[in-house]
């Protein structure tokens, strides 16, 4: 029986012996099973950004800042998204989604004024901007982008450091 590429390269038998089969069947199992060389991602990554098989982000987002903002009379929360690698071919839909969130006196997070959305799939980074009326409390910015990509769904989410905010921040 011939073997050919990789198979017949490590298995030829000028390399005998059992350490170089054994090398050999190990290498063979990874390539040939689909496992991730050299940290290629191979298809949508659902904790993080969506990449490529070239590891290049297909959709990414984040905050201007990394807490809000105290601009009086409001406080604001400004976060961007971009998904500048997307393949004519991706069929993908974005909706992008920043708020503001102030922790309550039970310790929950209570969605607060306006937020900032968008379906529009942002070929370059877009920036948003979410605002609220200025109190006192502890703050936080809320991103989440969630949508379909080539029929599979993704979601990621994230949130800023927290911002004391003090009843003379709002004057």
């Not at 990414?60 to 009086?72: A, E, I, N, Q, R």
């Not at 004024?113 to 936080?140: D, E, L």
């Not at 769904?153 to 450091?161: G, R």
Request: glycine letters at 12%.
């Amino acid at each position: 029986m011939k073997l050919s590429g990789l198979e017949g390269l490590l298995t030829h038998r000028f390399l005998g012996g059992t350490m170089w089969s054994l090398f050999a069947s190990i290498m063979i199992a990874l390539l040939g099973f689909g496992a991730p060389v050299d940290g290629n991602a191979e298809s949508v990554s659902l904790g993080g950004a969506l990449v490529t098989a070239a590891s290049r982000p297909l959709c990414d987002h984040g905050f201007t800042f990394s807490k809000p903002t105290v601009l009086m009379p409001d406080i604001q929360g400004y976060g961007w998204a971009e998904c500048p690698a997307v393949p004519a071919d991706a069929g993908l839909t974005h909706n992008y989604y920043l708020s503001l969130q102030r922790r309550d006196t039970s310790g929950k997070w209570q969605w607060m004024g306006a937020p900032a959305r968008s379906t529009i799939v942002p070929t370059v980074r877009q920036t948003y901007t979410a605002t609220a009326p200025c109190t006192a409390g502890v703050w936080r910015i809320f991103s989440d982008a969630r949508g379909m990509i080539q029929g599979r769904p993704y979601e990621f989410s994230q949130v800023s450091d927290e911002k004391t905010v003090f009843p003379s921040d709002c004057g």
